[in-house]
């Protein structure tokens, strides 16, 4: 398994702001994803972060708004930049190992957006 | 259309009752995988039980079986002697790995609440 952590575990913020999200795993994983549950919704993938490139963005998901950090195989960064009330959701931090079928989730950043 | 499908949007059991959970997929990828995750209300995704396109036994983990049935293509939950900690909202989600992606879809959850 893995442990993952995520910072901050919620946070309220300003409409036009920006925050960044972080993501610490305890071991070296091979992916890492990042997705986005609005209130009272299913889980939808943002992007997968690439460690050492630029991050894979899923359709309807802009590097401009959301963009990726993934300096090394433990780490990475999700930064929602010029936030607004339509942001306010939960953020998590999944990751996976190749040829490992398990993926988990750290605990979530809890976002509203005012 | 959807890749995953949950039609119970809330479901009761009775403490110490069993309860089926109900999920279909769709998918055109011979090679896929099927998961079952517990949201609590603190928002955590707490990795249940797994089953891959291949397994020939449906699988199990203490509590949580997974009823597998590829022809109808279903993953059903089974929860055994429910307990008032299993109320959580669960969600079905599938990876697909002809793509390479490896990324999970969910389906829209299925709220479980039980009663004492």
């Known amino acids: 398994s893995a442990v993952i952590s995520q910072k901050p575990s919620r946070d309220i913020c300003q409409r036009g702001t920006s925050l960044t999200i972080q993501c610490q795993v305890d071991?070296?994983?091979?992916?890492m994803f990042w997705y986005r549950q609005q209130p009272g919704q299913s889980l939808t993938l943002i992007a997968t972060?690439?460690?050492?490139?630029?991050?894979?963005?899923e359709s309807g998901f802009v590097i401009d708004k959301f963009p990726i950090s993934r300096p090394n195989l433990t780490f990475s960064t999700l930064t929602v930049s010029n936030m607004s009330p339509e942001d306010s959701s939960i953020y998590l931090c999944?990751?996976?190992?190749?040829?490992?079928?398990?993926?988990?989730f750290g605990p979530g950043t809890r976002l509203t957006v005012t | 259309a959807q890749k995953i499908t949950q039609t119970q949007p809330g479901m009761f059991v009775q403490e110490k009752e069993a309860v089926t959970l109900d999920c279909t997929y769709d998918?055109?990828?011979?090679?896929?995988?099927l998961f079952w995750y517990k949201q609590p209300s603190s928002g955590e995704m707490i990795f249940l039980i797994y089953?891959?396109?291949?397994?020939?036994q449906n699988a199990t983990e203490g509590r949580y079986s997974l009823n597998f049935q590829k022809a109808r293509k279903s993953a059903n939950l089974v929860i055994s002697a429910s307990q008032l900690g299993d109320s959580a909202m669960y969600f079905c989600?599938?990876?697909?790995?002809?793509?390479?992606?490896?990324?999970?879809?969910f389906g829209t959850g299925t709220r479980l609440t039980v009663i004492p």
């Open positions: 089953q891959g396109s291949y397994d020939q």
């Open positions: 998918t055109s990828d011979p090679s896929y995988g």
């Open positions: 999944s990751v996976a190992r190749t040829g490992n079928y398990e993926q988990y």
């Open positions: 071991s070296q994983v091979t992916m």
């Open positions: 972060a690439n460690q050492g490139s630029e991050a894979t963005y």
């Open positions: 989600a599938m990876r697909e790995t002809a793509t390479g992606a490896n990324n999970l879809f």
